[in-house]
């Protein structure tokens, strides 16, 4: 299991950042969906946040490349 941050090919729904949070801490990629959107009935920048790590964390891809 990688330990990095990166957002793989698959199990995506949108960006891959869900699946990336959850691969990186061991949880369920569900349970971090589940949370995201729990979370968008609180008042926040959750949306920026989750653009900014589509547009920070790698492609699983392209970060094997750099290798």
Not at 3 to 26: D, N, S
């Amino acid at each position: 299991m990688s330990r990095k941050l990166v957002r793989p090919r698959e199990g995506r729904m949108l960006a891959g950042v869900c699946v990336g949070l959850a691969r990186r801490f061991g949880r369920s990629a569900g349970l971090i969906r589940l949370l995201f959107l729990l979370s968008l009935l609180l008042p926040g920048t959750q949306v920026i946040v989750y653009l900014a790590l589509w547009i920070i964390m790698p492609n699983e891809d392209r970060h094997l490349v750099g290798r």
